[in-house]
């Protein structure tokens, strides 16, 4: 091939392995699956290795998803074009339903080389880390709510009611503090609900500041 050549790489990704399939430059050119690798770096610097001594550009692709964006990473400091495309974007066939990590490689490779594939935008390291501080906080929000939401309904089912003004406050932390049940199996799940919304709401001041 000459160096102005390009081959479109389609990669299907997962935890363990990436299945990965060619089309070359020509538009009609047929798209082939060269099989599947270890998502370990070690296994996909080989593959892009391999890949370079055609003599074609190289233009990979992958769909977004939870393995991230380390893929990238790698292929473009090894020196080649990658794009991580929005998967509900890509487009599929009618009555295409049966999904083989082959096929979808393949599929890859044809669309990016038809320049149908939309890619998103890839966040620097640091806009990463604070993409996923938010993500672990609102995590964290919503486990406080939840732990919350029992100890709630716990001592509603119970007939607790606090008539203070607002609930999750001193006050009501004062009330909660005076509650207790005859029964010692109550009184352990009482502790436990209230144990679980302390630590809930340790775990988002953490996060928080």
């Given at each position: 091939?000459?160096?102005e050549q390009v081959a479109f790489i389609g990669l299907d990704t ?176 009482l502790a436990e609900y209230c144990q679980t919304v302390e630590d ?10």
């Amino acid at each position: 091939m000459s160096s102005e050549q390009v081959a479109f790489i389609g990669l299907d990704t997962s935890k363990l392995k990436i299945s990965v399939a060619i089309a070359d430059g020509e538009r009609n050119g047929e798209g082939r699956f060269l099989g599947d690798i270890s998502s370990e770096p070690a296994s996909v610097a080989g593959m892009v290795k391999k890949l370079a001594k055609r003599g074609a550009k190289l233009h990979f692709c992958y769909e977004a998803g939870p393995t991230g964006y380390g893929l990238y990473r790698q292929i473009v400091e090894l020196g080649h074009q990658c794009s991580v495309v929005a998967p509900s974007l890509v487009p599929k066939r009618a009555g295409d339903r049966v999904k083989t990590n082959r096929r979808d490689a393949i599929s890859l490779a044809r669309l990016h080389r038809a320049g149908e594939l939309t890619s998103v935008w890839v966040p620097d390291e640091a806009h990463e880390a604070v993409r996923d501080l938010v993500r672990a906080r609102d995590a964290a929000f919503e486990a406080q709510k939840q732990a919350r939401q029992q100890l709630h309904s716990f001592l509603l089912r119970h007939g607790r009611y606090y008539t203070g003004r607002k609930a999750w406050t001193r006050a009501h932390g004062r009330w909660l503090a005076s509650q207790a049940f005859d029964h010692p199996a109550h009184q352990i799940l009482l502790a436990e609900y209230c144990q679980t919304v302390e630590d809930a709401g340790a775990r988002l001041d953490r996060l928080t500041n």
